[in-house]
């Protein structure tokens, strides 16, 4: 079983930054993708950044040019670095991991709340 656990999670003013970490109890080289969703209450979650095992990135829309995800192989960790935050990115944040066979794994969430 893979754990994968999230840290950076805060308050911050709109404008801000933070940065997500999540760190994975496996190696990276079983990974086919990391990534970064995000969830507010009674909407689905949605997809936040990904990155592949050779580094090709993918953002949502509503984040691209704010935020950049990227990793450090020999740590098993990704990090979501997140600026000029606003009060609609305000959700709980899950890291996800999937692996070879196509299994994927969730972290336990950690809350990013922008507001003044």
């Known amino acids: 079983q893979v754990q994968l656990v999230e840290s950076g999670g805060d308050l911050v003013q709109p404008g801000g930054s933070l940065r997500l970490s999540c760190t994975a109890s496996?190696?990276?080289?079983?990974?086919?993708?990391m990534g970064w969703y995000r969830q507010v209450p009674e909407k689905a979650r949605e997809l936040v950044a990904q990155?592949?095992?050779?580094?090709?990135?993918n953002y949502a829309s509503s984040v691209k040019g704010r935020f950049t995800i990227s990793k450090d192989n020999a740590k098993s960790t990704v990090y979501l670095q997140m600026n000029s935050l606003e009060p609609e990115d305000t959700a709980v944040y899950y890291c996800?991991?999937?692996?070879?066979?196509?299994?994927?794994?969730w972290g336990q969430g950690t809350q990013v709340t922008v507001s003044s």
């Open positions: 990155i592949t095992s050779v580094g090709s990135t």
């Open positions: 496996r190696a990276f080289s079983s990974f086919n993708t």
């Open positions: 996800n991991a999937e692996d070879v066979f196509s299994r994927r794994y």
